[in-house]
T-cell receptor, first 113, second 111 residues
Framework: DTAVSQTPKYLVTQMGNDKSIKCEQN?????MYWYKQDSKKFLKIMFS???????INETVPNRFSPKSPDKAHLNLHINSLELGDSAVYFC????????????FGPGTRLTVT | GEDVEQSLFLSVREGDSSVINCTYT??????LYWYKQEPGAGLQLLTY?????DMKQDQRLTVLLNKKDKHLSLRIADTQTGDSAIYFC???????????FGQGTELSVKP
């Protein structure tokens, strides 16, 4: 009965590789988000989608491309990985009109070597 | 501008009350939130308060909002060792649901 799930939980890869992180929510929410948490625990939004439509796109390098095949899924694809991409990436979801309560997944720890 | 600030550390003894403070800048925020993050885990939504409220209580948690001073606090009564975690304050910035987080306050509860 997991609400927001992410795969994989850990991802270790080399610089220059391309990788994807998947997110799924079974809460019936219409909005999904990607956040990045750096080594100092600082959290910053990257993207948000509402009903498969991109509504927030922060200043994120073009190497990051979100994809939402349906409103229950939001995947994050990262091209040409760099050392600075190492972080924990959190997916979240919410339902518009309900206090924007955002429910977070367990996170994906990405380590680029 | 977008800015939410919190003190980085708080240490209390088990059984005492903890008060975690937060200041924010966007006066148009409709909701303000408190999240808890335990080591190696995701963020757990603890509580939130609507901007037209002054106070919200939920069991051991009390949220106080001073909208004039843009100050939010979270009080945890009878703090337990299981409350040790990082607590994040966050505000909603715009209609897109973008959350702006503070740096997080690491709460350490000593037995």
């Amino acid at each position: 009965d997991t609400a927001v799930s992410q795969t994989p939980k850990y991802l270790v890869t080399q610089m220059g590789n391309d990788k994807s992180i998947k997110c799924e929510q079974n809460l019936g929410h219409d909005t999904m988000y990607w956040y990045k948490q750096d080594s100092k625990k600082f959290l910053k939004i990257m993207f948000s989608y509402n009903n498969k439509e991109l509504i927030i796109n922060e200043t994120v390098p073009n190497r990051f491309s979100p994809k939402s095949p349906d409103k229950a899924h939001l995947n994050l694809h990262i091209n040409s990985l760099e050392l600075g991409d190492s972080a924990v990436y959190f997916c979240a979801s919410s339902q518009a009109g309900k206090g924007y309560e955002q429910y977070f997944g367990p996170g994906t720890r990405l380590t680029v070597t | 501008g977008e800015d939410v600030e919190q003190s980085l550390f708080l240490s209390v003894r088990e059984g005492d009350s903890s008060v975690i403070n937060c200041t924010y800048t966007d006066s148009s925020s409709t909701y303000l939130y408190w999240y808890k993050q335990e080591p190696g885990a995701g963020l757990q939504l603890l509580t939130y308060i609507f901007s037209n409220m002054d106070m919200k209580q939920d069991q051991r948690l009390t949220v106080l909002l001073n909208k004039k001073d843009k100050h939010l606090s979270l009080r945890i009564a009878d703090t337990q060792t299981g409350d040790s975690a990082i607590y994040f304050c966050a505000e909603i910035y715009n209609q897109g649901g973008k959350l702006i987080f503070g740096q997080g306050t690491e709460l350490s509860v000593k037995p």
